[in-house]
């Protein structure tokens, strides 16, 4: 008799030449991730080929009941880590039955920046830096920490081993191997700063690819804490008190910042950057104002301040950076919630293609 695990691992691969695709969305909160599958006749390799799809959108948050159909357009694949084979996942972008986005699908508007020749002239590479918090699911309190207590105070956390130190590394690893098996530009990992957070790298990836990988690989660790029985916090202040919390740096870096000469290139976008800061704070995630308070290794949100080396600074750049006159910098300022369709797009266009 199978095991219902026996029957989860089952590799269709040898019995059919059909697939599973596994659509995934952005929901009407704008963290919430939502997916369904359906089956495909064969192996699919180009989002072109792929059938659109419809959802429930009054279900979602993001269409009336009366009028609830919103089209599924796909966008990318990546392999699919849960079923293995040839089964896919695909990141898809939301719209109604007249082809227009519907109000939460921040890819479209990324898309088109990313397609002025400009933007494209300059090849745009981004590294993000995801934290995120892992927590008891019955008490929603990280995982690791005595319940309604503390564990001490920060310092042998970061990057720590040992079980009274690291906690969760299994879920960690586990996400690490599915996102290089789904073809996600993981750079890395490492334990955070506070007990039970932790963080993992996309990139360097171009353009919008920063975007959908970063979503699909928040997608895949929730899956693997849905699996361990753990909830998946974004918050970027999941902890009040004297604990760091949850950003997601983005680091930037154009064609003309990499080549000779980068360097004044940099300074000249920091610039730009630094002229339209409430315009970027303000969509940069939401509660980002209980995590950039100019402690725990963050500016004030009120104050733009950039340095070579400063993880107090709204933009830091690298002393390799320095050195070397060109090179990339570090956005610090988004939250660990923020979107990533809105964060590399809105970097680009105003560090590009805005005009003071």
């Known amino acids: 008799m199978s095991l219902i695990s026996d029957l989860v691992n089952l590799n269709i691969s040898g019995s059919t030449e059909k697939v599973i695709a596994e659509y995934i969305w952005v929901g009407g909160s704008g963290m919430d991730m939502r997916s369904k599958a359906r089956t495909l006749s064969g192996p699919v390799k180009d989002p072109s080929n792929l059938p659109k799809w419809n959802y429930d959108g009054s279900s979602t948050g993001q269409a009336p009941g009366q009028d609830s159909e919103v089209i599924l357009y796909p966008q990318a694949i990546f392999r699919d880590p849960f079923r293995g084979g040839n089964n ?62 503390f564990p001490g105070p920060q310092g042998p956390y970061y990057c720590g081993i040992g079980a009274n130190k690291a906690f969760g590394r299994d879920i960690v690893d586990a996400h690490y191997k599915a996102c290089l098996y789904a073809g996600i530009n993981i750079s890395g990992i490492n334990g955070e700063v506070m007990p039970g957070q932790w963080e993992f790298q996309v990139g360097p990836s171009v353009g919008i690819s920063a975007a959908d990988e970063l979503w699909v690989a928040r997608y895949i660790l929730e899956r693997i804490t849905e699996i361990a029985g753990v909830v998946l916090s974004f918050d970027p202040k999941p902890i009040q008190g004297d604990w760091n919390g949850a950003g997601a740096h983005t680091n930037y870096s154009t064609k003309s910042m990499r080549n000779d000469g980068g360097y004044e290139v940099i300074k000249k976008a920091i610039t730009k950057l630094e002229k339209r800061h409430k315009e970027h704070i303000a969509a940069y995630g939401d509660g980002n104002e209980r995590r950039l308070t100019g402690k725990h290794e963050t500016a004030d949100m009120n104050t733009f301040i950039w340095g070579v080396a400063n993880r107090g600074a709204s933009i830091r750049v690298g002393r390799d950076t320095e050195k070397a006159g060109k090179g990339y910098f570090e956005d610090r300022r988004p939250a660990s919630n923020m979107d990533p369709y809105v964060v590399t797009s809105m970097i680009a266009e105003t560090t590009i293609l805005w005009k003071p």
């Open 88 to 149: 896919i996942l695909v990141m898809c972008d939301a719209y109604t039955p007249a082809g227009e986005p519907i109000p939460t699908n921040k890819r479209h508007k990324a898309a088109k920046i990313f397609s002025n020749p400009d933007v494209v002239a300059e090849e745009p590479w981004y590294g993000i830096e995801q934290e995120y918090t892992l927590l008891q699911k019955d008490v929603q309190w990280p995982i690791g920490w005595p319940i309604g207590g």
